[in-house]
């Protein structure tokens, strides 16, 4: 099995690089350093980069203190009873389609934003990071809740015995033997932020630049797979923009094959 699915990956690699090959023989690095996209003219990689990596930066951010709070209250602070409750709910929400979450942003969330800052257009870097971070959330706080329940009693027992209260037991004993798992989790919720397509697209506003100033969280842009969601089907039969798209398509595989190989190698570590 392991075989059967080595072979899917590599297969689905080699056909992106070979896809590639015309847009990349033609622009080299300009693909991949260019600002601009212009569909028949010129196709530059940057913005669309930026775009993700903004959203998934500004998800992250967002959740982790919250996913963090969650993981050590559910692991060490509830029973085991409330605890499962707690699992079971948040590995319901891990499991509900993009499309479902991408709905409630545009009828909920875009609206909130653009009533909140004053905004034109609620579709935003903002908007995107904030429904980036819900969707992300179950996932970090469920994995980094078993990486703290995976590490041994006697670390817990060791540290009461020496005087400490629970949450200094918890903080000096227990989140340092799981930071591995709890690393493996963040890793894993980044590869599924960055592969997000059908929830961002309905939210991030679809315009390839960079924002100036780049920082500027109100600011409409693109993601590689929101960009990837929008043109994949009109760009068949065009040679050099469908090539610059699989391009995209073979840099958003090695992101998030990067970061799910290292986030699955620190879970196996934690456990």
Known sequence: MALVSLACIAGLFAFLVMQSVPILSEQKWNFLLGQDWWAGEVYGALPLIYGSCMVT???????????????????????????????????????????IYGLLGVGLLTGWVKDSFGLIDG????????????????????????????????????????????LQMVLSAVIPQALPGIAGAVFLGLGRAMGETIAVMLVIGGLDKIADPWYDLFAPAQSIASKLGREAAEAIGSDLQWSALMALGLILFLIVMFFSLLGNLLLKRAR
Do not use: C
């Open 57 to 99: 930066g500004l998800a992250l951010l967002l959740v982790l203190p919250l996913a963090m709070g969650g993981a050590v209250f559910t692991s060490e602070f509830l029973s085991a009873q409330q605890r499962l409750w707690v699992k079971a709910l948040m590995e319901l929400f891990a499991g509900v389609p993009g499309i």
């Open 123 to 166: 579709n935003t870097i903002l908007t995107a990071g904030l429904l980036l971070g819900i969707m992300i959330l179950p996932t970090i706080l469920t994995l980094s809740e078993d990486a703290l329940n995976a590490v041994p009693g006697h670390y817990r027992d060791a540290s009461l015995g020496l005087g400490l209260t629970k």
